[in-house]
């Protein structure tokens, strides 16, 4: 082909593609960025990095109002709402102004194209950016754009205008209830944030428990702990119909096959999932296969194009940033090498719901276990067991290891710093660390994270069997009783 105006074009600017255009510049391509809104995507400006600073105000609230409990009165908290969702902006355009700022990227070879791309062909890209356009030739490109919240076909919706996760963090004045549809990791964390800065929060989902793809064992931990916070659930149920009225919004939900009751809500967010972003790209020109729910992409992040790839949301059913920027570096390295030589490591995907307490999974979990057949066996690590957690009176909570023998399996936890924990469990399962490995390795004490030695323990633990300390017993003439717990499989 004839010289190109770029080697790589990235197309979005969020966590997959913010990665996939740095590695592709530092080994000398060159690379641009074309984005249509502010680069920094979904992760910056409404997902990972306002949410995170919200809960983490919610968090310390409900902990300074446990403190009288500790010997520390505080006296009446005073929540001035407007000023905690200012404080989440603030904290979004630092971040922005640090890391993904056009100015900043451009110190690392990338430009940043402002506009909407569609492709012409599949080397060329036009982009358009208010009244002019732009056309762009490419060897390879990264598609990243993303997805965008899934809305449900309930009449009246457009009359209740509703929040998602994309307009929520623009709140000024803090609505007097919330009605949150759906009851995976954003609904519930947004739940219990608003539930404990003042909000009266109901949660309506049709599935029968929170957090569906996490084990129901950990999930209810966090169920009765958001339930104690105040969140009222409508389990099982359906949003039907909405209208406003007075100013409000009157949402009438109940089960699948009826209405049973009438919701008189300040805001409604919208939290079903999200669909991945392909609008407006023209991809029929490219000749790239389209899959049901988006691109289908190889371990190379190749789509049916060798030189087009795809990453993060728009083609992964982990819809997460560490996914988009695992699956962007590697796309980025196959670009630029113009081979497939690296694979993304889809096989220990691990992802946190920042609760308090956090849920955290990765691997296969109990469900997918005995579906398949799978022999295994479960470690139930408590943290009442974990001396910080007592110290900190944050003891509950339990660390899972699905094992088969010394190998992880999968592990779920729901507890306090849950995503910290996790991490152990996917390095063991990436690098086939055995669980003895684990448990012969020095941890700090008092830590949260000694949990994860301390499950692995177990595994140790049980591997004792009674007659070797009988035989112990009688080649050194040891007289000690032999405790029972030896071989019960007692938590030790």
């Known amino acids: ?36 809104g502010r680069t920094g995507g979904d992760c910056t400006w409404t997902g990972c990095i306002p949410s995170k600073t919200l809960l983490s105000v919610a968090k310390e609230t409900a902990r300074a109002r446990g403190l009288a409990e500790r010997g520390v009165a505080v006296g009446d908290l005073q929540i001035d709402f407007s000023a905690v ?46 009244d002019s356009e732009r056309t762009l030739t490419f060897r390879s490109a990264i598609l990243a754009t993303g997805a ?17 996760h994309e307009t929520l963090f623009d709140l000024t004045e803090q609505p007097r209830d919330l009605l949150v549809l759906g009851a995976g990791p954003v609904g519930v964390e947004m739940a219990q944030a608003f539930q404990i ?39 099982g149920e359906t949003l039907h119909h909405l209208r406003r009225e007075d100013g409000r919004i009157q949402a009438e939900i109940g089960p699948p096959d009826r209405v049973n009751r009438t919701l008189a809500v300040d805001a409604l967010l919208i939290a079903i999932g999200r669909q991945p972003n392909l609008i407006d790209l023209e991809l029929e020109k490219t000749g790239v296969a389209l899959g049901r729910e988006g691109l289908t992409v190889d371990a190379h992040c190749r789509t049916s194009r060798p030189h087009l790839f795809a990453v993060g949301d728009v083609t992964s059913p982990f819809q997460f940033t560490h996914v988009a920027e695992a699956m962007g570096r590697t796309a980025a390295l196959n670009a630029v090498l113009r081979m497939p030589l690296f694979r993304w490591p889809h096989s220990a995907i691990p992802w946190v719901t920042y609760t308090d307490p956090e849920c955290a999974h990765v691997g296969a979990s109990r469900e997918d276990l005995l579906s398949s057949r799978t022999t295994f066996d479960v470690i139930d690590f408590p943290y009442s067991r974990i001396d910080r957690a007592i110290a900190e009176g944050q003891d509950k909570g339990k660390i899972l290891v699905f094992r088969r023998g010394d190998t992880v399996l999968g592990a779920s936890v729901a507890g306090p710093r849950a995503g910290e924990i996790i991490g152990t469990f996917a390095l063991a399962m990436r690098n086939r660390i055995p669980l ?22 177990q595994a140790v633990i049980r591997r004792h069997r009674p007659w070797m300390s009988r035989l112990l017993r009688w080649m050194y003439r040891y007289r000690g009783e032999i405790p029972a717990t030896v071989g019960s499989g007692e938590i030790l």
């Open 148 to 164: 965008t919240p899934v809305l449900p076909p309930v009449p009246g919706l457009d009359e209740a205008d509703c929040f998602t």
């Open 85 to 130: 969702m200012a404080h989440v902006r603030r904290t979004r355009e630092r971040v922005y102004r640090e890391a993904d700022a056009p100015e900043v990227l451009a110190r690392h070879g990338i430009e940043v194209i402002e506009g909407t791309a569609r492709f012409q062909d599949e080397h060329t890209l036009a982009v358009r950016h208010q």
């Open 1 to 36: 082909m004839s010289r190109s105006d770029v080697d790589i074009v990235v197309i979005g600017g969020g966590a997959g593609g913010l990665t996939a255009a740095g590695v592709a510049a530092a080994f000398g391509a060159r690379t641009a960025i074309v984005e249509r």
């Open 197 to 235: 800065l003042g909000t009266r929060v109901t949660i309506v989902s049709q599935g029968p428990r929170i957090l569906p793809r996490d084990d129901e064992a950990c999930s209810s931990i966090l169920h009765r702990r958001l339930m104690a916070d105040g969140v009222d659930f409508r389990l």
């Open 436 to 457: 003895a490995r684990i448990s012969g390795t020095l941890y700090p004490y008092p830590t949260m994270l000694l949990g994860a030695r301390r499950a692995a323990d």
